[in-house]
């Protein structure tokens, strides 16, 4: 009898302690839903910080990497394209850009024409000028705009034919305009 309600109680034990791992991983995948809900019904917050830079703010989605291929497929190719393995990602960003720069400078030439202007526009996809030329002063608007995507993937450890572990993390940007040259990117990951 007594080695029966041993056997009983570590049966009970087992199953409190299976029941509260269970209960830990529903709370936190509960939690993390209601992170997502919050991102997305949240708008981006942007704003000037006190340089004048201008800065956005938008909370973390986070999404398991089958809702990622789900919802995201064109960015899902995209990350193939570069040769990374999507199960090695580690994150994925995607930011929208928007230049516009107006300005007038003063024309130097030989000849004076009085009350002629001339206007000129063009420009494509992703970007736009028009102008006004009047007397010796040229007036001129441009508009531009462009969307960066992130990828922050681990890059594994090789021998021979066997990837293993982790040799580096690595952040891959692209631009969709291309008139766009990427100048300098910089990825920092913060441990606690």
């Not at 009898?1 to 991983?25: D, E, F, H, N």
């Not at 999404?63 to 190719?77: G, I």
Request: net charge positive; charged share 30%.
């Amino acid at each position: 009898m007594q080695r029966i309600t041993r056997i009983l109680l570590l049966i009970a034990i087992g199953a409190t302690l299976l029941s509260g791992v269970v209960l830990k991983g529903l709370y936190e995948e509960n939690e993390r839903l209601k992170r997502n809900c919050e991102a997305l019904t949240e708008d981006v917050t942007l704003y000037r910080t006190r340089a004048g830079e201008s800065a956005a703010s938008v909370q973390v989605l986070e999404l398991k990497l089958s809702e990622f291929r789900k919802q995201h497929q064109a960015d899902t190719e995209r990350i193939r394209a570069l040769g990374i393995s999507l199960r090695r990602a580690e994150s994925y960003a995607k930011s929208a850009m928007e230049q516009r720069y107006a300005d007038s400078v003063v024309l130097r030439d030989t000849v004076i024409l009085h009350d002629t202007v001339r206007l000129f526009e063009g420009g494509d996809r992703w970007s736009h000028i028009a102008g006004i030329i009047a007397g010796d002063r040229l007036s001129y608007d441009i508009h531009t705009v462009d969307t960066l995507h992130q990828v922050v993937h681990r890059v594994p450890r090789k021998w021979w034919f066997f990837r293993f572990g982790t040799r580096a993390i690595r952040q891959e940007i692209w631009s969709s305009n291309p008139n766009t040259q990427l100048v300098y990117s910089e990825y920092v990951e913060l441990k606690r």
